[in-house]
């Protein structure tokens, strides 16, 4: 459906897309995460045509839209991250005037002006001026604007930004409900907990370099192995680190109050090992477990946030 | 063929606006008022020559020209300055950018709907302007050339205050460069012809003394036809064709120092009306360049900082 590659695009001597690569199937929802300044938004901009690369391709079906980019322009829906509204403008005319951008007039126009108010729950106001509209719901008629050409692709730069709760929640169903009726979405946000409920793939961008991709359930399963392993340890502490020293699978150690941290390569088989050489050498174990991963985590190791008050020893692979 | 959507959204915007209104109100005030002034003092006159003064009516029909011409060097470039720089401030104009709509579209239709006010204005000044033909002097030809001037000058200082809006991020310094762009073409073409005459008869007058003969006649060379930019110049020149004046109004061809007829000043209006166009099309085409997204790195990396660089 969409892919990128080698995308680079500097700001004067800023780099902000550094040779990006990313590749979304068909039907997904992919959920564009990085920090502030990664390059998501010029990536997104690039995407629906308001920027140009200065390397780089990106196609939608097979087009590229480096070169035919009005006809890219057809196959993407886009929601930004803060959009304007015309003063002035009932609900209706907004949405017409916005089909008429893309060629749509009449009855066709109407009939699918009034197809995706009702879907976005706007039906009823579409006799209201749009800036007498609350924050939730001009977000979902801007999210009803990028439907009305029935784009194959819908981008969406954080969409859920500024929005409480309850809106954000109705929009997040909006979205998966668009999902399931086939359409690929990207969206950027920074509520990685909304995206891990919802989305099928993510991406994670950094310094405007793609550094992890794939499915929700593949990146999850990372996220859990590149998780430290938690073993705490009522006394008996230079035996247990001598213990984790030795052994193969342990890269880092750090210790925090009766708490060891250690970064472990191994699987659950590797573990179950380790946790039996502990009892066998009667350390006494309280607790033995892998934390929990989260995007969160993820994103928080990414961006490279270190707890300074964690005493930490690197393991020689010699060991 | 497909109606540019820009301009009808502007045209259902526009009519809810009390902007429009508010011109109309204003410019057809002025020139009613000048009218009945107008009326007033030559019925006063008649009641006690018992003469009529015909040229009184030629009077009215230049001040209704004027203002009408001044009403459009003042109100196009305010009208249009704010246009694309303000889709920016709202942050529509990405929205709209990202549809079909191209970067011609936008800029079109903004032309057009200044132009359609421009329109308005003219249409509604009709009738008071209808009051020159009453006792003759002007022909239905002269108003339409008039009227084809004005249309002229409006879309060369529509298509200046377009091209500074797509140029500058905000409005404020898009209606600045703007109404400085249109001095530069209005006063300073005239005022660049000054200097270079006052230079040469400066030139000129010690030059007569060193030798202490007579002097050659003197003028500002090639800058004068600078002027063929200016559309107060061709105004003038226009209303002075009308009204015949020819002891009273010098051709532009006597300015600043005089010179031999030559073909250009032969066909002053025509020739300049047409340079204008094709300007007001240069920066057109300049307001087109900026809203293309395959904009050069610098030039855009002066107007925007980058967008993930902005969060």
């Not at chain 1, 039907?27 to 502030?36: D, I």
């Not at chain 1, 006394?235 to 030795?246: K, T």
């Not at chain 2, 120092?257 to 094709?278: E, K, T, Y």
Request: with cysteine; proline share 3%.
């Amino acid at each position: 459906m969409l892919k990128i590659e080698n995308l680079k695009k500097t700001y004067g001597k800023h780099p902000a897309l550094d040779g990006l690569n990313l590749t979304i199937e068909k039907g997904a929802l992919f959920g564009f995460v990085g920090p502030n300044g990664a390059g998501k938004t010029t990536t997104i901009k690039i995407l629906v045509g308001l920027l140009a690369p200065d390397e780089g391709t990106v196609t939608i079906n097979g087009i590229d839209a480096g070169r035919e980019y009005q006809k890219i322009k057809g196959l993407v829906g886009y929601v930004p991250d803060s959009f304007g509204i015309y003063d002035n403008l009932k609900v209706w005319e907004y949405m017409e005037f916005f089909a008429s951008c893309y060629g749509l007039d009449g009855l066709v126009a109407r009939r699918r002006c009034t197809a995706l108010l009702e879907q976005a729950g706007l039906l009823d106001r579409a006799d209201f001026f749009v800036d007498a509209l609350s924050r939730g719901m001009q977000q979902r008629l801007c999210l009803a604007r990028a439907l009305i050409h029935d784009p194959e692709l819908l981008v969406m730069d954080e969409p859920s930004s500024g929005l409480d709760p309850r809106s954000r929640t109705e929009f997040k169903e909006l979205v998966q409900e668009l999902n399931e009726q086939g359409k690929t979405i990207l969206i950027s946000s920074h509520v990685l907990s909304e995206l891990a409920q919802m989305c099928t793939d993510i991406g994670v961008i950094e310094q405007g370099r793609m550094v992890m991709g794939g499915s929700m359930k593949e990146i999850m399963e990372r996220v859990d192995q590149s998780n430290p392993l938690l073993i705490v340890v009522r006394g008996s502490l230079d035996r247990a680190m001598a213990i984790l020293r030795s052994h193969s699978c342990v890269r880092t150690i750090s210790i925090k109050n009766d708490c060891i941290s250690i970064s472990f390569t191994g699987d659950s088989q590797d573990e179950a090992q380790l946790l039996q050489q502990l009892v066998d050498a009667e350390v006494p174990v309280t607790r033995f477990y892998r934390q929990q991963g989260n995007l969160e985590s993820l994103f928080m190791e990414i961006t490279d946030h270190e707890d300074k008050e964690v005493l930490q020893y690197e393991v020689k692979p010699d060991l | 063929m497909r109606s540019n959507p820009i301009y009808k959204r502007e045209r259902t915007v526009g009519s809810r606006s009390i902007r429009i209104p508010m011109i109309l109100t204003v410019f057809n005030c002025i020139l009613a008022l000048a009218a009945l002034l107008n009326m007033y003092s030559m019925v006063a006159q008649v009641e006690v020559t018992a003469e009529i003064q015909y040229s009184a009516f030629l009077e009215l029909y230049v001040f209704g020209a004027v203002i009408a011409f001044v009403m459009i060097l003042f109100v196009m470039p305010a009208l249009t300055a704010g246009s694309i720089s303000g889709e920016r401030e709202r942050q529509t104009l990405d929205l709209l950018l990202s549809t079909q709509v191209t970067g011609l579209e936008v800029a079109a239709g903004k032309l057009m709907a200044a132009m359609h006010h421009v329109i308005l204005l003219f249409v509604s000044s009709f009738p008071v302007m209808a009051m020159s033909f009453v006792y003759g002097g002007i022909r239905l030809w002269d108003l339409a050339f008039l009227v084809l001037s004005f249309l002229v000058a409006a879309l060369f200082t529509a298509c200046i205050g377009i091209c500074f809006s797509a140029l500058c991020r905000r409005t404020t310094m898009a209606t600045a460069l703007s109404y400085g762009m249109l001095a530069l073409f209005v006063a300073g073409t005239y005022g660049i012809n000054q200097f270079i005459w006052s230079m040469a008869n400066v030139e000129n007058v010690s030059y007569v003394n060193q030798i202490g003969g007579m002097g050659g006649q003197v003028n500002s060379g090639g800058f004068l036809y600078l002027l063929l930019l200016n559309p107060a110049v061709t105004f003038y020149e226009i209303i002075r064709g009308q009204l015949g004046r020819q002891e009273t109004m010098a051709s532009v061809g006597q300015w600043f120092g005089g010179r031999p007829d030559n073909p250009i000043l032969g066909a002053w209006v025509p020739v300049s009306l047409v340079l204008q166009v094709l300007l007001a099309g240069v920066f057109l085409a300049a307001a087109v360049w900026c809203l293309s997204p395959g904009l050069p790195k610098g030039r855009r990396s002066r107007r925007e900082k980058g967008p993930g660089a902005a969060k």
